[in-house]
């Protein structure tokens, strides 16, 4: 299941220079993209406020 940001995103885009696929997309909030998402996880690792998770 993708990975999902949450509301405490500070729009960083440290996500965006991990993720190997371009899943992510800008916004005030950051979010990812399901359907491209391969759930490696590398997003989750870099970002600073600990936005990002697995999905349900």
Do not use: L, M
């Given at each position: 299941m993708a990975y999902v940001i949450s509301d405490d995103c500070i729009a960083c885009a440290a996500c965006m220079d991990e993720?190997?696929?371009?899943?992510?997309s800008e916004g005030?909030?950051?979010?990812?993209?399901?359907?491209t998402?391969?759930?490696c996880g590398a997003c989750a690792d870099v970002c600073p406020v600990e936005a990002i998770?697995?999905?349900e």
């Open positions: 993720c190997p696929v371009d899943a992510i005030d909030i950051y979010s990812i993209n399901a359907d998402c391969t759930d998770s697995p999905g």
